[in-house]
C-alpha cells in the first residue's frame, strides 16, 4: 500500500456527479501532478461524504477540512494553498452546522457507530483500507480457532437479532440452518431495501461492503453453506457496482474461493439484483426471484432454514445484520450485549427522513427514546414547527404522536405502542400532516407493490384505499370508520405474509391516536391539517397583497387575475391547489382554508 | 431510453446476445430481462417469444415475471422517462407540489407517455435518497431536493 500524507476523497454521489464533481477530480488530479506532489496525495472518488445539497464537495484527511460548492476556477488556489503551502482555505469550508441534508454527519455524543464505522472514512473500492482497519481478522480468527458451532454461540450469545424487521435472534436462525440436513446450503443477503425512507443498508453497501461480505463468510462457514448470494434491489446501480469489485478483491485475495485461510472451507459469492418489486424484500419472495420466478411469498413452514432457495437450507440475513458479525467475533458477544436493552442488544442504524432539522443516518444503541433521536441527534422540527408524529417500521409501521416521544426504542417497546421497528427508516411529520393523507399514502404504496397473490391484501388493501381516497376527497360517509376497521383486522389476520399483516397498521395507528382527523373529514368535511386538496381552498389576503403579480405569473394553470399594485384573486373552479403561489409570494398573502 | 423502430430480426438478436450473457437457465431470467430492458427500452413480444423457446420455458411464464416487476416496461416508452419518487419522506417534504407540477407540465397522468413520444411519466417507489428528497430521476440523471420552479427548467433540458 503506498502512503499518501493527504488523501482528498471527492464525493460521487448521484446530486454531486450532477454538479460536476468528476470534472473537479480531473482537476484535482492535474493541479497535484502539476505541483509535482502525486506521490504525496492522492486524490479518490467515495460515496457518502454527505453534504448532498451543497456539492461538489470533497474532504481532505487526516485534517478532516470538509470543502463545498467548489468550482472549477477554485482547484488550482486550492491546491497551491492547502496541499503546498499548509493554508487551508477557510472560506471554502462547509459551516460547522451545515444547512441542507447531509446523509452520514460526525455522529454526535449520542451515536455508536458499529455498522456504519468505517462509511465514509475508507475507500469502499479497496479491500487494503478495510484490511487496516481489522478487516478479515474476524474471518482469519474463526477459521483458525473455532468450529462452526463455537460461532453460532458467539452469535447466539450476542443476543443480535435479525435487523431486517423481524427481529429473529440471528444465531438460533443460524443454528436452524446448521441443524437442517442438505447436501447443499445457502447463504442469502437480503440487500433488497424497499421502505421509503430507509438507506441504511445503502450506505454501508457503497460505504463499507466488505464488512458485509465478510459476515457473510463467516455465517456460511457456521451453518455449512459453500455458496451465497447477495440479492440487491436494481434502484441501487452503485451499490451493486461496489459490492461487486469488493468481492472480486476478496476473491484476489484468497477470501472467497476454495479452502480459505488455507482451510477446508471453501465459499463462493455471488450478487443478483432486483426489478423493483417491493414485496421481494420478503424472504421468501426473494428467493423466487433469484429463481427467475414472480416475487410471491408462500406459506411458511417450510422456513428457508430448512427449504429455502433451490429447496435448499437457506440463511437469509439484513445487509446490517451481517455487518455486525466481524466486530461481534472481534470484539466479543458480551461487549455487543453490553449494549442496548434487555431484550434488544447492539445498535441500530436509521434513518431519519421527513420534517426534521438533519435528515440523514444514524446509529445508536438501543434503548436510546425517541426525544433524544428527534431533538438532539436530528435537531428538531424544521423552519420551527411543531412535532406531530413519527412513522417507524417503514409502510407498515405505525404513526407515534407526542405522548410517545419518551419511549426508549426497541423491539418489544415500539410493538407494544402499536408500531413495529422495521428495518430502521423513521419519518419525522410537523403538523402541517395530515394523518388521514398519510395513511392513505401508505396504503398507496402497499397496493402497488402488494404481489396479488392473496385475497385478503390484494383486495383487503385495495378498498382500504378507496375508502381513504373517498374520504381525503371530501366523499367520506358515515360509517367508514368502522369499516375500515373491520377490514384491518380481516386483513391483518388472513394475509399470507408480512406485508399483508402490516399493511393495516398506518390505519390503525392514524385512527388510534388521530381519529378526530379522520371525523373532521368525514363529518365537517374539513382538512385540519390544511392538505386535502378537495377540502382546501387558497386565497389571497387583501390586507397582505400589494399586487407584484408574482402568483398570476407563475400559476401553472392560470387562475389568478389581477392588476399590477391590485389585489389579487383565485378562480377556486380553476385552481388545482398546486400551492406555487403560497411559495412564491414573497408578502405572506396566500392563505390556505 | 432509444425509441428507434427494430425489425424483428434485431429484437431477436439483442435477445440472443442477453441469455447469452446469463446462460440459458430459468434462474437467469430476471437478470436475462433486465438486459433486453436496459438495451430496448422495453420487452418486446417476440423478444420474450425467443427467450421462451431459448429457455425452454413457457411464454406465459415469462410474461408473468416480466409484468410482475416495476423496472420491466412492456410497452415501448417515451424518448425520456421520468420516475417521480412517491414515497413518504418525498411526499412530506414538498413532493406532493412537485407531483402536480409535473402533472401540469407534462400533461399526462403517471402510467402515460406523451403525445409525442418524449416522456413517459410514472411513479416509482423509494430510491434511497430520502436526505435529498423530494426527489426524481430522469432516465440515469437523478434530481434531489426538488422545489416546483424547478421542474420547467429540469425538464428544457432534455431533447
Given at each position: 500500500m503506498a502512503y499518501f500524507r493527504s488523501h482528498i476523497l471527492v464525493c460521487n454521489d448521484p446530486e454531486c456527479l450532477e454538479k460536476g464533481s468528476?470534472?473537479?477530480l480531473d482537476l484535482l488530479k492535474k493541479e497535484i501532478t502539476k505541483q509535482g506532489l502525486e506521490d504525496e496525495v492522492q486524490v479518490l472518488d467515495t460515496p457518502r461524504i454527505g453534504a448532498c445539497a451543497q456539492g461538489p464537495e470533497i474532504m481532505v484527511y487526516p485534517e478532516g477540512h470538509h470543502y463545498i460548492q467548489l468550482e472549477k476556477n477554485n482547484i488550482p488556489f486550492l491546491v497551491e494553498e492547502q496541499f503546498l503551502k499548509g493554508r487551508p482555505v477557510t472560506k471554502w469550508f462547509a459551516p460547522e452546522i451545515p444547512e441542507g441534508a447531509q446523509e452520514l454527519r460526525e455522529p454526535t455524543t449520542k451515536e455508536v457507530r458499529v455498522v456504519l464505522r468505517n462509511c465514509g472514512k475508507i475507500d469502499p473500492e479497496n479491500i487494503e483500507e478495510y484490511i487496516a482497519e481489522d478487516g478479515y481478522q474476524a474471518l482469519a480468527q474463526v477459521l483458525t480457532d473455532s468450529n462452526p458451532d463455537e460461532v453460532i454461540q458467539i452469535v447466539k450469545d450476542s443476543g443480535l437479532r435479525g435487523r431486517g424487521g423481524a427481529g429473529f435472534p440471528t444465531g438460533v436462525k443460524w443454528g436452524f440452518t446448521h441443524d437442517a440436513i442438505g447436501d447443499q446450503k445457502y447463504v442469502v443477503c437480503n440487500a433488497d431495501e424497499g421502505d421509503p425512507g430507509a438507506f441504511m443498508n445503502r450506505a454501508v453497501l457503497e460505504g463499507d461492503p466488505h464488512s458485509v461480505v465478510e459476515g457473510m463468510i463467516i455465517a456460511a462457514y457456521a451453518i455449512g453453506a459453500s455458496q451465497g448470494y447477495i440479492y440487491c434491489r436494481a434502484e441501487y446501480p452503485i451499490a451493486v457496482k461496489t459490492v461487486k469489485?469488493?468481492?472480486?478483491?476478496?476473491?484476489?485475495?484468497?477470501?472467497?474461493?476454495?479452502?480459505?485461510?488455507?482451510?477446508?472451507?471453501?465459499?463462493?459469492?455471488?450478487?443478483r439484483q432486483g426489478a423493483g418489486a417491493f414485496v421481494c424484500g420478503e424472504e421468501t419472495a426473494l428467493i423466487a426471484s433469484i429463481e427467475g420466478r414472480r416475487g410471491e411469498p408462500r406459506p411458511r413452514p417450510p422456513f428457508p432454514a430448512v427449504s429455502g432457495l433451490f429447496g435448499k437450507p437457506t440463511n437469509i440475513n439484513n445487509?446490517?445484520?451481517?455487518?455486525?458479525?466481524?466486530q461481534i467475533i472481534l470484539r466479543g458477544p458480551e461487549w455487543f450485549a453490553g449494549m442496548g436493552t434487555e431484550k434488544s442488544k447492539g445498535t441500530k442504524t436509521f434513518a431519519l427522513a421527513g420534517d426534521v432539522n438533519k435528515t440523514g443516518l444514524i446509529e445508536v444503541p438501543f434503548g436510546i427514546t425517541l426525544r433524544e433521536i428527534i431533538f438532539d441527534i436530528g435537531g428538531g422540527i424544521k423552519n420551527g414547527r411543531k412535532y406531530k408524529a413519527i412513522q417507524t417500521g417503514g409502510p407498515m409501521g405505525g404513526c407515534l404522536p407526542e405522548q410517545y416521544l419518551d419511549l426508549p426504542v426497541d423491539y418489544e417497546k415500539l410493538t407494544e405502542a402499536g408500531s413495529i421497528m422495521g428495518s430502521g427508516g423513521m419519518v419525522v411529520m410537523d403538523d402541517e400532516t395530515c394523518m388521514v393523507d398519510i395513511a392513505r399514502?401508505?396504503?398507496?404504496?402497499?397496493?402497488?407493490?402488494?404481489?396479488?397473490?392473496?385475497?385478503?391484501?390484494?383486495?383487503?388493501?385495495?378498498?382500504?384505499?378507496?375508502?381513504?381516497?373517498?374520504?381525503?376527497?371530501?366523499?367520506?360517509?358515515?360509517?367508514?370508520?368502522?369499516?375500515?376497521?373491520?377490514?384491518?383486522?380481516?386483513?391483518r389476520e388472513d394475509s399470507l405474509c408480512g406485508l399483508g399483516k402490516g399493511a393495516p397498521n398506518p390505519v390503525v395507528s392514524t385512527l388510534r391516536f388521530f381519529r378526530d382527523e379522520y371525523e373532521a373529514h368525514i363529518y365537517n368535511k374539513e382538512c385540519p391539517a390544511k392538505v386535502c386538496r378537495a377540502l382546501i381552498n387558497y386565497e389571497i389576503d387583501p390586507e397582505k397583497c400589494v399586487g407584484c403579480t408574482l402568483c398570476a405569473r407563475n400559476c401553472p394553470v392560470e387562475a389568478i387575475s389581477g392588476e399590477r399594485k391590485e389585489t389579487h384573486v383565485i378562480d377556486p373552479d380553476i385552481c388545482i391547489r398546486c400551492g406555487i403561489c403560497k411559495q412564491v409570494c414573497n408578502y405572506e398573502a396566500v392563505l390556505v382554508t | 431510453m432509444s425509441v428507434e423502430v427494430k425489425n424483428d430480426?434485431?429484437?431477436?438478436?439483442t435477445a440472443d446476445k442477453a441469455v447469452d450473457m446469463y446462460h440459458a437457465k430459468k434462474e437467469e431470467?430476471?437478470?436475462?430481462?433486465?438486459?433486453?430492458?436496459?438495451?430496448?427500452?422495453?420487452?418486446?413480444?417476440?423478444?420474450?417469444?425467443?427467450?421462451?423457446?431459448r429457455l425452454n420455458i413457457?411464454?406465459?411464464?415469462?410474461?408473468?415475471?416480466?409484468?410482475?416487476?416495476?423496472?420491466?416496461?412492456?410497452?415501448?416508452?417515451?424518448?425520456?422517462?421520468?420516475?417521480m419518487c412517491e414515497s413518504a419522506p418525498c411526499h412530506v417534504s414538498g413532493g406532493r407540489e412537485v407531483f402536480n407540477t409535473l402533472k401540469e407540465n407534462l400533461g399526462i397522468s403517471p402510467g402515460e407517455t406523451t403525445k409525442d413520444d418524449k416522456w413517459t411519466f410514472i411513479t416509482t417507489s423509494c430510491l434511497g435518497v430520502c436526505a435529498v428528497a423530494p426527489v426524481m430521476m430522469v432516465d440515469e440523471d437523478i434530481y434531489g431536493n426538488l422545489t416546483p420552479e424547478q421542474i420547467p427548467d429540469i425538464l428544457a433540458k432534455y431533447e
Open positions: 468528476m470534472e473537479i469489485i469488493a468481492i472480486n478483491q476478496a476473491k484476489n485475495y484468497g477470501l472467497i474461493g476454495e479452502k480459505i485461510f488455507g482451510s477446508e472451507f471453501s465459499f463462493d459469492l455471488e450478487v445487509v446490517e445484520s451481517y455487518a455486525n458479525i466481524p399514502f401508505f396504503l398507496e404504496f402497499i397496493q402497488d407493490e402488494s404481489c396479488g397473490k392473496c385475497v385478503p391484501c390484494r383486495v383487503g388493501t385495495k378498498r382500504m384505499l378507496e375508502i381513504l381516497t373517498r374520504i381525503c376527497n371530501g366523499e367520506g360517509k358515515d360509517g367508514d370508520i368502522e369499516l375500515l376497521e373491520n377490514l384491518c383486522m380481516e386483513i | 430480426r434485431d429484437l431477436i438478436k431470467l430476471i437478470p436475462i430481462l433486465m438486459k433486453v430492458n436496459q438495451d430496448l427500452g422495453y420487452i418486446p413480444k417476440v423478444v420474450m417469444a425467443h427467450i421462451s423457446s413457457p411464454q406465459s411464464h415469462i410474461n408473468s415475471v416480466a409484468s410482475f416487476y416495476h423496472m420491466f416496461f412492456t410497452k415501448q416508452t417515451g424518448r425520456h422517462v421520468i420516475k
